[in-house]
C-alpha cells in the first residue's frame, strides 16, 4: 500500500502562482511514477503531468505547458507540483497518483490515490 497526502491548494488570483505537494508513504516511493491529474465539476478526471522514477516528465501538453512543472525529491518521498500563470480554467481539484506503469497518463494506470487538494483560480 501507498498512503499519498496532498497540500497547498488554494484560492488564487488570475496570473498567481502555487506549489502543491504530494507526500508519500508506505512502499519505497522511488519505485513508483508519480502523476498529477485534476478534476473540475461536472467534467472528467484528467491528466495534468506525471514524472518517472528517475525524473523524466511528461505533460499534458495542450492545457498546461510551459505553466506547470512537475518535480519530485526522492529523499523526501514528495512530488511536486509547481503552477504558475494560473487561469480560472484551472480551478478543481488536483490529486497525485502513483502507478508502476512508465509515464502514464490515464487515471486507470494508477493504482493508489490522495484525497485531492482544492485549487480555485479567481479572475
Known sequence: QVQL?????GLVQAGGSLRLSCVASGRIFS???MG????APGKEREFVAVISE?????SDGDSVKG?????????KNTV?????SLKPEDTAVYYCAASTVWLAAKPFQYAYWG????VTVSS
Do not use: H, K, P
Open 31 to 33: 519505485n513508483y511514477c
Open 115 to 118: 484525497q485531492g487538494t482544492q
Open 67 to 75: 505553466r506547470f512543472t512537475i518535480s519530485r525529491d526522492n529523499a
Open 54 to 58: 528517475s525524473g523524466i516528465s511528461a
Open 36 to 39: 498529477w491529474f485534476r478534476q
Open 80 to 84: 511536486y507540483l509547481q503552477m504558475s
Open 5 to 9: 497526502v496532498e497540500s497547498g491548494g
